[in-house]
């Protein structure tokens, strides 16, 4: 939960409305996340559906993937990242083998990602 003077906040207004002025920052609404672009094993940009219209938009820097408890994972699974077996089920080709897991609660509802393989080391871990 976020506040401010007492105040209970959304992340949006919280974090989103104050940074909306920089330059280096893009808000784009009503265009859900289809996927998330990667390449060499880094995010590079991300996939959205605007007005029926699918575009590509590519990152100078970074992808945040703030989608929500619910909605987080599954442009990340839609992108590869995910249980192996189930992307497999799925048709879609795994990117990163991890296992999608929602916290309790009383963690306010942030995603985390275990990874399945050792051996994994995503460049950033997305969460909600």
Do not use: W
């Amino acid at each position: 939960m976020n506040q401010r003077n007492g105040e209970r906040l959304s992340s949006s207004r919280a974090f989103l409305h104050p940074a909306s002025g920089r330059p280096n920052l893009s808000i784009v609404t009503g265009a859900p996340t289809r996927r998330v672009l990667i390449r060499n094993g880094r995010a590079t940009g991300v996939e959205i559906a605007r007005a029926g219209v699918v575009e590509t938009i590519a990152a100078a820097r970074e992808v945040i993937v703030s989608a929500g408890t619910v909605n987080s994972p599954q442009p990340l699974m839609l992108s590869g990242i995910g249980p192996a077996e189930e992307l497999k089920r799925h048709g879609i080709e795994v990117v990163c083998s991890f296992h999608v897991s929602l916290l309790q609660p009383s963690s306010r509802g942030r995603v985390t990602l275990a990874s399945g393989d050792p051996a994994a080391k995503p460049s950033s871990t997305p969460t909600s």
